[in-house]
Structures are given as C-alpha cells and as structure tokens.
C-alpha cells in the first residue's frame, strides 16, 4: 500500500511559479511510476506530467510542457512538479498518484493510488 500526500500549492499571480511536492510511503516506491493529474472546477482529471521509476522518462502534457519539470528523488520517496508562467488556466486541484505497474502512463485509469490533492490557484 502507498500513500501519498501532496504539499506546495497555493494562491500565484499569473507568471509565477509554484513547486508542487509528493511524499510518499511504502518501500516499494522508487519501483513505480508517478504521475501528476489536475481536476479543474466543472471539467474531468487530467494528465499533466508524469515519470519513470529512475527519472530518466517523463511525459508532458502539451498545455504544461515548456513550463513545467516533473522529478523524483528516489532517497526521499518524493516527486515534484516544478511549473512556471502560471496563467489562470492552471487552476484546479493537483493530484499525485502511483502505478504499480512500471510502466510510465499519461491514463488516469491505470493508476492505483492517489493522494487528497493540492489547490493551486492562478489569480491575480
């Protein structure tokens, strides 16, 4: 079983930044994929980046790539996701989440554990 627990976000004026952290649990950790996801209000999840078991893959979704930088530190047992140039289109709740399987995914569906989520709120 992993847990997860987000930390980071927060209110940003447009064209800030905001580094978003992921603590996890379980030892099994540094075996699994990360991924972050956000949910904005009246719209379904979705991906915004996510990472292989080493780091050495990472995948990027159109509207955060060029401006956005996921990464883990294995040691730690945490992920982050580091997002500049925040515009008002970046708000919504960001979700951390673990797949068992080790194969790195931008599909929701194919992820097992998910943390509460973090507010981020782009606003001036």
């Known amino acids: 079983q992993v847990q997860l627990v987000e930390s980071g976000g927060g209110l940003v004026q447009p064209g800030g930044s905001l580094r978003l952290s992921c603590a996890a649990s379980?030892?099994?950790?540094?075996?699994?994929?990360m991924g972050w996801f956000r949910q904005a209000p009246g719209k379904e999840r979705e991906f915004v980046a996510a990472?292989?078991?080493?780091?050495?893959?990472?995948y990027y979704a159109d509207s955060v790539k060029g401006r956005s930088t996921i990464s883990r530190d294995n040691a730690k047992n945490t992920v982050y996701l580091q997002m500049n140039s925040l515009n008002p289109e970046d708000t919504a709740v960001y979700y951390c989440?673990?797949?068992?399987?080790?194969?790195?995914?931008?599909?929701?569906?194919?992820?097992?554990?998910w943390g509460q989520g973090t507010q981020v709120t782009v606003s001036s």
């Open positions: 989440t673990a797949r068992q399987t080790p194969i790195i995914s931008t599909n929701l569906y194919e992820y097992n554990y």
């Open positions: 379980g030892r099994t950790f540094n075996t699994y994929p």
């Open positions: 990472i292989n078991w080493s780091g050495g893959t990472t």
